[in-house]
């Protein structure tokens, strides 16, 4: 049943359920208070979750676990969840359904991975504590295993990783005497020497930039394994062509930004067809014009195939971040030196993961047996 009883704010499924305090002296949330707990999760993580929740309530409104009349709308979320709660109090058995039909529509383990986290983030923001998990994983272990018999699982699409080759052939297919070749030149040479994450990449501001005479120190102040916002510095050296160097090819944006009145907010921001910078977005994005992380990925994935790369891979924002790890693994880098570069964990299945894609050729243990 719901430990914590408290009045939900029931404008966002994701803002926690504080105990109550009513009586003598109690104390309210402040506006602010509530801002920020609603932006303790990251926009992007906010909007999928959402769905996600969304369509779970959905489908147990039509199998007659909650009132159709409590989904109204988004805002009413937070109404439904509660609502189902109090009609079931353990939902163990319902999400553990909900998994299970989600593995029958052939829906993608990650995919049910993140309804699954999407459901429990919402079940302890209503102040019901932990939801119960064994008997979905135990569904969608079972439902891994059935793919992988029959071969539905064993291919995974991954993110193409950009190499150096794929980089110089990218930067080529540029135009870097308009203001959109210079902003994209800077924003892909950025991306992979930071081994940055979309998200990373559209939240840099002009100030997060510090030349010295080693190159440029890049604040990267907060990321999606960095929950508390501690943020990292990296230091990108000199390179040895001036197209692919990651020093040069900032300061040739920055001149271009000082050119247009912009020396502070945002480091990359949309451009409009007459030329315009910073305008305000007609879809996602805020106010500034600052670039999103979809945005990010466009760009990556235009550029990739103006370039006449693969166009069967997987070109992604994701495929600047791949490519870092790859390349400076390859070339003798210290994987823990990797991960702290780009902001991996020390011991990162992910990039463990990369660096096995490298090594499966390169450290072949069959590769001087003599066979």
């Known amino acids: 049943m719901i430990e914590n009883p408290g009045k939900p704010d029931t404008s966002d499924p994701h803002v926690p359920v504080l105990p109550d305090d009513s009586g003598a002296g109690a104390v309210e949330l402040s506006a602010s208070t509530r ?4 932006r303790a999760m990251p926009e992007s993580t906010r909007r999928a979750y959402t769905g996600d929740l ?3 309530l959905a489908w147990s409104a039509d199998r007659k676990l909650l009132a159709a009349t409590v989904l109204t709308d988004d805002e009413r979320l937070a109404d439904g969840m509660q609502h189902l709660l109090k009609r079931h109090g353990d939902l163990h058995v319902i999400v553990t359904e ?3 039909a989600l593995a029958d529509l052939g829906r993608a383990p990650a995919t049910i991975e993140r309804a699954l986290a999407a459901i429990t983030a919402a079940h302890r923001a209503a102040g019901a504590g932990g939801l119960r998990t064994d008997g979905p994983r135990q569904v969608l272990r079972s439902y891994r295993r059935d793919r992988a018999s029959t071969g539905a699982g ?5 993110a193409a990783p950009v190499t150096i080759a794929a980089l110089r052939a990218m930067t080529d297919a540029l135009d870097r005497n308009s203001l959109v070749g210079i902003r994209d030149t800077a924003l892909l040479i950025l991306g992979f020497a930071l081994g940055a994450r979309r998200s990373e990449l559209a939240a840099l501001d002009i100030a997060d930039l510090i030349f010295t005479a080693e190159g440029v120190q890049v604040e990267v102040r907060t990321s999606k394994t960095d929950r508390d916002s501690h943020g990292r510095t990296a230091a990108l050296p000199y390179g040895a062509h001036s197209v692919t160097c990651p ?4 300061q040739t944006w920055l001149a271009a930004l000082a050119d247009h009145d912009r020396s502070s907010g945002p480091l990359f921001v949309r451009i409009d067809r007459h030329g315009g910078l910073g305008r305000t977005p007609t879809g996602r994005g805020s106010s500034d014009g600052r670039l999103t992380g979809q945005a990010v990925a466009q760009i990556v994935a235009r550029t990739a195939t103006a370039a006449g ?3 069967k891979a997987a070109w992604s924002g994701h495929s600047l971040r791949r490519g870092f790890a790859t390349e400076t693994y390859r070339t003798g880098a210290d994987p823990l030196r990797i991960a702290r570069a780009g902001g991996w964990k020390d011991g990162s299945a992910t990039l463990l993961g990369y660096i096995d ?3 499966r050729w390169q450290a072949n243990p069959l590769a001087d047996v003599g066979l």
Request: net charge positive; proline share 4%; charged share 50%.
């Open 98 to 100: 909900y998994v299970s």
């Open 35 to 38: 801002d920020r707990l609603r």
């Open 154 to 158: 064993v291919r995974i699409r991954k």
């Open 54 to 56: 969304r369509r779970f």
């Open 309 to 311: 790369l693969d166009p």
């Open 247 to 250: 020093v040069r090819t900032a």
């Open 357 to 359: 894609d490298v090594d």
